[in-house]
Structure formats: structure tokens, C-alpha cells
Nanobody, 134 residues
């Protein structure tokens, strides 16, 4: 499995950015894509999730209305996919590295029972840096 995140950069407060994660080498069956944010000096936190089988999306409360996750393909049979994270009305606290990751089972059926727990995910991309200037 390979995941390649891109699209980060320097943006002013209130601006928008679209992050891209290109994935390949998936096995057939259910998988979910997650986007995670790691602010400087803080732990990595999940912010958005999309399921491959039905395209359902989930967000942490702090980003609802500003973040939108989407995917090129909604299918459990695709060996690859491209997932996006649109971020609007950027705030200084959005600064950090954004990572994409996939999980091969429904996160709700894992021990963490969460779409946003990094421990649940199986494979990770290298991250892309977003810096929001005020």
C-alpha cells in the first residue's frame, strides 16, 4: 500500500486549501480513508473519515462546516483511490502536518470504536504541511 499526500502550503487566515491523498495497492474489500492533523508539539488527531463502500463521511465536531472529505471512487473493489480534504475558512489552529491513512475494517468494529483514533489505521502517508498565517 502506498499513500501520497500533497497540497499543503502557506495560506492566510480565512483562506482555503485542498489536500490530496493518492493511494494504491489496496486489497479488495472494505476500507476507510482518514485525514489526521498534527499541530506543532501535539499528538496526531483524526479530523475526517470516508468509507469506501457507501461514501459516508464523518467529522470531528471542531471541523464540521469547514472541512469536507471526498473520494474519486466509492467502491470496495478499487485497488486505489484518491481522497481529498477541502479546508475552508482556515484558522491559525489548523496549522500542522496533515496525514492520510487507511483502515481495512470499519473503525466502529475495532477496540477504539472511533473513526478518528490513529491507532486503528493500518497504513499512513508521509504528511503534508499546512501553515496558516494571521
Amino acid at each position: 500500500v502506498q499513500l501520497q499526500a500533497s497540497g499543503g502550503g502557506l495560506v492566510q487566515v480565512g483562506g482555503s486549501l485542498k489536500l490530496t491523498c493518492v493511494g494504491s495497492g489496496f486489497r479488495a474489500g472494505y476500507y476507510g480513508f482518514g485525514w489526521f492533523h498534527q499541530a506543532p508539539g501535539k499528538e496526531r488527531e483524526g479530523v475526517a473519515f470516508i468509507s469506501s463502500d457507501d461514501g459516508s463521511t464523518h467529522y470531528v465536531d471542531s471541523v464540521k462546516g469547514r472541512f469536507t472529505i471526498s473520494a474519486d471512487t466509492i467502491s470496495s473493489h478499487a485497488a486505489g483511490n484518491t481522497v481529498f480534504l477541502q479546508i475552508r475558512n482556515l484558522k491559525p489552529e489548523d496549522t500542522g502536518v496533515y496525514y492520510c491513512a487507511i483502515v481495512y475494517r470499519n473503525p466502529l468494529y475495532t477496540e477504539a470504536r472511533s473513526y478518528f483514533d490513529p491507532r486503528t489505521f493500518d497504513f499512513w502517508g508521509q504528511g503534508t504541511l499546512v501553515t496558516v498565517s494571521s
